[in-house]
Nanobody, 115 residues
Framework: VQLQASGGGLVQAGGSLRLSCAAS????????MGWYRQAPGKQRELVAT???????NYAAAVKGRVTITRDGAENTVNLQIDSLKPEDTAVYYC??????????WGQGTLVTVSS
């Protein structure tokens, strides 16, 4: 599985971004799809996940500001982030898990939020 993330950039606090991750396989063959992030000097952390069945899970730090969706026609998993804060600055990675419980990571896209 290959993943290509896009949509990062520089945005002012309070703004919005939509990240997209294109998968090389039919996303409905995957068990879980998600987004993680890693801020400078910090460990990678979960942002949001969506399961094969459509169940979603969000980290407490972003709940209410983030929406994860998937598009079967485009084979993408998308992350809408609203009300961005400087502490959202990080490299955002998409990750998927296949039916054999193998994880695949995208290359990351940088989100920078200015105050």
């Amino acid at each position: 599985v290959q993943l290509q993330a896009s949509g990062g950039g520089l945005v002012q606090a309070g703004g919005s971004l939509r990240l997209s991750c294109a998968a090389s396989v039919n996303i409905f063959r995957l068990n879980v799809m998600g987004w993680y992030r890693q801020a400078p000097g910090k460990q990678r952390e979960l942002v949001a996940t969506i399961t094969h069945g459509g169940d979603t899970n969000y980290a407490a730090a972003v709940k209410g500001r983030v929406t994860i969706t998937r598009d079967g026609a485009e084979n993408t998993v998308n992350l809408q982030i609203d009300s961005l804060k400087p502490e959202d600055t990080a490299v955002y990675y998409c990750c998927v898990r296949d039916v054999d419980q193998r994880n695949y990571w995208g290359q990351g896209t940088l989100v920078t939020v200015s105050s």
